[in-house]
């Protein structure tokens, strides 16, 4: 069989893109799983079925995926190709009017509660993984909580379409996977400077830091939604205005990325700017329909894409007896963060908030982690360290989307069954 170092750009993104319409067809036609996660479950058997053929003394189609995604950047591919299309994909359908309502727990979870998770995390972990002969210096303990802590808006609007979680938990959801990632971003990239140079920062540089890249990220996506707003609304033709999106989202993101200012917070603004501004005062039905569409199915193919990638990189993980327990722990350890976090402010602003009775079971079990925190922990030096982390961070992530994507949607109804109750009475 051929190598995969031997294949072309062109030939490889025909692989993958055939392998991913192939995956969806299985599972829409025999098993009818929400496609994100169907993929990502047949994409792990097949890799699962390559490790085992390895074993056997069959290492051609191990070998075969295993350059295959070596010549495949994850990390570029997601944080340099897709996010910036899915995070704008997600953003236009977000009521901005509903973001205003729950701005009080959308804005402590994904600013103060990313903080918060990560420091406990990385405490957790420093503690843990000594008992396993994983030691870690704090240091990549605190680039993992930092990695792991945002709640992924890519995994998380993904599922939560299907899961049937009432409204005001579910814009409370969405609205802080939305921002909490740039936040986690920015994090990561100090503290992989902070490992890199081992210089520590002071607070006022860090600060700085904060302010440039997320701050002037927000700004920069307004002025870029503004700018998109005017355009669309000085023509009335949906091919061109369509064709505006797309320059604005490809465009905007490498301009953020060169100006080093955070992408994906000025998607996700400039996304909330055309869905809501744009879709009521700017477009007409025609164009409305179409930049819907267009959108919807950009989400849809990017998202199986990326949850396919996902699946496929078991095959670069390296699980032993004790990591894989140490893995089960960290699953844990990230899950009683995310709890604690969300416990805290929905007790501490239980009246501020007016959430349904339960909510902070829904908030925590819907934290899902995806592809960003893959992306980003495949950017650490390359290491003993880097592995560890590798392999704790893709059980959070697979136990997350798996688990807790596939029965979340049960818990929403059945600790909140009096708002579902009248949404569907409503509909």
């Known amino acids: 069989m051929a190598s995969a170092t031997d294949l072309t750009v062109l030939e490889i993104s025909a692989i993958f893109l055939s392998i991913t319409a192939s995956l969806t067809y299985i599972n829409h036609r025999f098993i009818g799983l929400p496609t994100t996660i169907g993929v990502m479950v047949i994409s792990i058997l097949l890799s699962i079925v390559a490790i085992f053929l390895g074993f056997l003394g069959f290492d051609q189609l191990i070998d075969y995926e295993v350059s295959l995604l070596d010549q495949l950047d994850f990390t570029e591919v997601l944080l340099d190709g897709m996010l910036s299309m899915l995070l704008f994909a997600g953003a236009l359908h977000v009521n901005i009017g509903d973001l205003r309502r729950y701005k009080l ?20 972990l420093y503690f843990m993984l000594p008992l396993f002969g994983f030691g870690l210096p704090f240091i990549w303990c605190l680039l993992f909580g930092a990695l792991i802590s945002p709640t992924d808006p890519i995994a998380v609007m993904g599922i939560l379409a299907s899961a049937g979680a ?42 700085h830091t904060l302010a440039v890249e997320a ?30 999106t797309l320059a604005g989202v490809i465009g905007g993101y490498a301009l953020a990325s060169h100006w080093h200012l955070s992408g994906p917070l000025a998607m996700v603004m400039m996304g909330l700017m055309v869905g809501n501004r744009g879709r009521e005062l700017a477009m007409s039905d025609k164009t409305r329909h179409y930049i819907d569409l267009f959108w919807e199915l950009i989400d849809e193919i990017l998202n199986a894409i990326l949850f396919v990638l996902i699946g496929l990189e078991v095959v670069m993980i390296a699980y032993s007896g004790n990591l894989f327990i140490a893995a089960g722990l960290t699953i844990i350890i990230a899950l009683l963060a995310r709890l604690i976090v969300v416990g805290m402010t929905t007790k501490t ?25 893959v992306a980003l922990v495949l950017q650490l030096p390359i290491g003993s360290e880097r592995d560890i982390l590798l392999a704790l961070t893709y059980a959070v992530v697979v136990f997350s989307i798996l688990v807790q994507g596939l029965s979340v949607g049960k818990v929403a109804k059945t600790i909140c069954p009096t708002e579902e109750k009248s949404v569907d009475n409503a509909s």
């Open 105 to 124: 727990p959308i804005g402590i979870l994904a600013c103060i509660g990313t903080v918060v998770s990560a420091v406990l995390i990385a405490t957790a």
């Open 349 to 373: 602003f239980s009246r501020q908030l007016n959430l349904p009775d339960g909510a902070w079971k829904v908030l925590t079990w819907g934290g899902l982690r995806g592809g960003i925190s």
């Open 166 to 207: 009432p409204k005001s938990i579910e814009t409370v959801i969405a609205g802080e996977s939305l921002f909490n990632d740039g936040i986690g971003v920015v994090i990561f990239v100090i503290l992989l400077g902070i490992l890199s140079s081992g210089d520590i920062p002071t607070a006022n540089y860090v600060a």
């Open 215 to 244: 701050g002037g990220g927000i700004v920069f996506g307004i002025v870029l939604g503004a700018i998109l707003y005017y355009l669309i609304k000085s023509i009335d033709s949906y091919q061109e205005e369509v064709l505006l």
